[in-house]
């Protein structure tokens, strides 16, 4: 199986700030990526789909990019209401897998 | 609109089967997506469960595979998960969901609001 290692698993910052969020595959899984956001005692919501692709309805804030086998999520001025865990999901191929998320807080 | 909602009993006890059903609306479910489950145990993160296409094609989770099932039932327009013999490890909140694309290889777009099912006696 694919193994995604998400990095840091929590972050604390400041609204304006720039927050990068990092996931890695342990092979290659071309741009099959996918990020999500899940804010306390709600659902996931895609975010970003093949690695850079803007779900339609999400802020401009957000983006992704790749290099490698290194993937990263972009927020690029933090607001409150971006607090919540983001996950980065791995979907080359069956056997799908998550990142193990990074809880976003407000400092 | 594509919504869907997720039934089950909420609390199973240990080595009995838990057994949910993914109620679709406003989208059939023959219509050439998968259809997934994914689970979030309490503070933790998410887990692929497995996923199902309407012609009965399934891929699971190699860590669950010998205890999972899934099955649809393009007449109610619904899909089923089944796992067997659970123990509390399997306590978690249960999310049905659909792919945003025609293949396996695809994120989940659409998700149910989730099932709470704790395995206890």
């Known amino acids: 199986d694919i193994q995604m290692t998400q990095s840091p698993s929590s972050l604390s910052t400041s609204v304006g700030d720039r927050v990068t969020i990092t996931c890695r595959a342990s092979?290659?899984?071309?741009?099959?990526i996918a990020w999500y956001q899940q804010k306390p005692g709600k659902v996931p919501k895609l975010l970003i789909y093949?690695?850079?692709t803007l779900q339609s309805g999400v802020p401009s804030r957000f983006s992704g990019s790749r290099s490698g086998t290194d993937f990263t999520l972009t927020i690029s001025s933090l607001q409150p209401e971006d607090v919540a865990t983001y996950y980065c999901?791995?979907?080359?191929?069956?056997?799908?897998?998550f990142g193990q998320g990074t809880r976003l807080e407000i400092k | 609109q594509v919504q869907l909602k997720e039934s089950g009993p909420g609390v199973v006890k240990p080595s009995e089967t838990l057994s949910l059903t993914c109620f679709v609306s406003?989208?059939?479910?023959?219509?050439?997506?998968?259809w997934g489950w994914i689970r979030q145990p309490p503070g933790k993160g998410l887990e692929w469960i497995g996923s199902?296409?309407?012609?009965?094609?399934?891929y699971y989770n190699p860590s669950l595979a010998s205890r999972v099932a899934l099955s649809i039932d393009t007449s109610k327009n619904q899909f089923s998960l089944r796992l067997t013999s659970a123990t509390a490890a399997d306590t978690a909140v249960y999310y049905c969901?659909?792919?945003?694309?025609?293949?396996?290889?695809?994120?989940?777009?659409?998700w149910g609001l989730g099932a709470p099912v704790a395995v206890s006696t």
């Open positions: 969901a659909r792919t945003l694309g025609g293949s396996a290889a695809n994120p989940f777009l659409f």
């Open positions: 406003g989208f059939p479910v023959n219509s050439g997506y998968f």
């Open positions: 199902i296409f309407h012609s009965g094609t399934t």
């Open positions: 092979q290659d899984i071309s741009n099959y």
């Open positions: 093949l690695a850079t």
């Open positions: 999901q791995n979907y080359n191929s069956p056997p799908i897998t």
